[in-house]
């Protein structure tokens, strides 16, 4: 059964820093990664979707890359603000499993 | 504005009860789903269809109902059997399950039991 981590839980960091949060899967058998964001008690927002036969996607400050064999995600923000304070999480498209979450890392941007 | 709509933002609910969430979509998405979230846990799966009439049980799907009567409409229902029904509950639909599949989600429903 496909399961999904997300390390690390939380990070605060100060403005204009740039950041890693990182995604890992136990089964490669995945249509697509897809990164979100969720601000507190709201909906999930999508900000990249990567197709399994694709290396990384970018939008913005942010850049996701994907190595299906090893089962990782990498989510880049680049020069961090403080409206990118939220919870972020990744999901993968699973064969026959539909979308699988990790339990979200926790971004606070210090102004 | 495309997008899906649940209903309401905020629903409580008393011991003994069954309550019904609601989720609708106008993206013209033939898939919909349900997610279950509790604080410092990732989304689960109660229920998903992939088709009008035709739904399926996730990981989490007891004490839970679904109907899919329309292709724009998928509610949820909290019935009395589930014993810890407070939680926020979030709707998801997609195009059919292919590689470009993306997911997209309405704003949540926020149950507490009172």
């Known amino acids: 059964k496909q399961e999904v981590t997300q390390i690390p839980a939380a990070l605060s960091v100060p403005e204009g820093e740039n950041l890693v949060l990182n995604c890992s899967f136990t089964d490669s058998a995945i249509y697509n990664l897809q990164w979100f964001r969720q601000d507190p008690g709201k909906g999930l927002t999508s900000l990249l979707l990567?197709?399994?036969?694709?290396r990384e996607q970018t939008s913005g400050r942010l850049n996701a890359s994907l190595d299906k064999s090893s089962g990782r995600s990498t989510l880049y923000i680049a020069a961090s603000q403080p409206g990118d304070s939220a919870t972020y999480l990744c999901?993968?498209?699973?064969?026959?499993?539909?979308?699988?979450f990790g339990p979200g890392t926790r971004l606070s941007v210090l102004p | 504005d495309g997008g899906i709509t649940q209903s309401p933002k905020y629903l409580f609910r008393k011991e003994g009860q069954n309550v019904t969430l609601s989720c609708e979509q106008n993206?013209?998405?033939?898939?919909m789903y349900w997610y279950r979230q509790d604080p410092g846990q990732g989304l689960r799966l109660i229920y998903y269809s992939q088709i009008v009439n035709d739904f399926q049980k996730g990981d989490i799907a007891e004490g839970y109902s679904v109907s899919r009567e329309k292709k724009e409409s998928f509610p949820l229902t909290v019935t009395s059997a589930q014993k810890n029904p407070t939680a926020f509950y979030l709707c998801a639909s997609s195009l059919p399950r292919t590689r470009n599949t993306e997911a997209f989600f309405g704003q949540g429903t926020r149950l507490t039991v009172v």
């Open positions: 999901a993968v498209d699973n064969y026959g499993q539909n979308f699988v």
């Open positions: 993206l013209n998405h033939d898939a």
């Open positions: 990567i197709q399994s036969s694709q």
